[in-house]
């Protein structure tokens, strides 16, 4: 009884393998009946590649790490001066500045005081000196349709233009700027909460402008950090 519920076992395998292999070769048989479709779509996917490819423009990640000081845990006259306000006496000049602490740092970064003063610093690029505001709108065209536009026509931010002379138009335009960059291509984070390392990140199609700028940005937040505890001591 058991050697033949076995060979019936064994002629149920040989079944399913025999149909198994009818269904491939039907398959096989209608896969090559569509031969043309597949290989126009296969074409018509590596065209629609190639053209993304072509035509997408690269964009270059320049990235700058660097550690906050942790002016908690700061010298002995600090914490003398912490012990003397208790009591009224203001020693100044040892007390933290909390606009670099914490989260306030991220948002100084990108506040429009330093997104300004970064894109109005000058580069040297092609043996000429210019702004990277000026930079900028080269690399993106922003001014492409200014041409016609006798208000905004030759519209731009000379190296040697004082600040305090802008017109409404080229302020406007500044404001333009900074809240794009804020936006669009750059990012200021802690990688980790329980550290004080910040990441200073600018993304844009031209590497030299992402790597000035992120360069330029922190350099401006650092002397302008140095020059406030200069004053205050």
């Given at each position: 009884m058991q050697e033949t519920n076995k060979i019936a076992g064994q002629q149920d395998d040989q079944v399913t393998l025999k149909q198994l292999v009818i269904r491939l070769t039907e398959w096989w048989r209608y896969l090559l009946s569509k031969w043309l479709i597949i290989v126009l779509m296969g074409l018509a996917g590596a065209g629609l590649g190639l053209t993304y490819a072509l035509f997408e423009k690269i964009d270059?990640?320049?990235?700058?790490?660097?550690?906050?000081?942790?002016?908690?845990?700061?010298?002995?006259?600090?914490?003398?001066?912490?012990?003397?306000?208790?009591?009224?006496?203001?020693?100044?000049?040892?007390?933290?500045?909390?606009?670099?602490?914490?989260?306030?740092?991220?948002?100084?970064?990108?506040?429009?005081?330093?997104?300004?003063?970064?894109?109005?610093?000058?580069?040297?690029?092609?043996?000429?000196?210019?702004?990277?505001?000026?930079?900028?709108?080269?690399?993106?065209?922003?001014?492409?349709?200014?041409k016609d536009d006798p208000v905004l026509k030759g519209l731009h931010f000379p190296v040697d233009q004082p600040r305090a002379t802008f017109s409404l138009k080229q302020d406007s335009i500044l404001n333009v700027l900074q809240g794009r960059l804020v936006k669009k291509h750059l990012e200021v984070e802690k990688p980790d909460k329980k550290l004080s390392f910040v990441s200073v990140r600018c993304t844009t199609r031209d590497q030299i402008f992402s790597k000035l700028f992120t360069e330029r940005l922190v350099k401006e937040a650092t002397d302008f950090y140095v020059n406030t505890k200069i004053k205050r001591s």
């Open positions: 270059y990640v320049a990235e700058l790490t660097f550690v906050l000081e942790d002016s908690k845990s700061g010298s002995p006259l600090a914490t003398y001066a912490g012990l003397a306000s208790q009591f009224g006496i203001d020693l100044g000049g040892f007390s933290s500045s909390g606009v670099f602490e914490g989260d306030n740092l991220l948002e100084f970064l990108k506040s429009r005081l330093m997104i300004e003063k970064t894109l109005l610093s000058s580069v040297k690029v092609n043996n000429s000196q210019k702004t990277l505001a000026d930079m900028f709108m080269e690399i993106y065209e922003v001014n492409r349709n200014w």
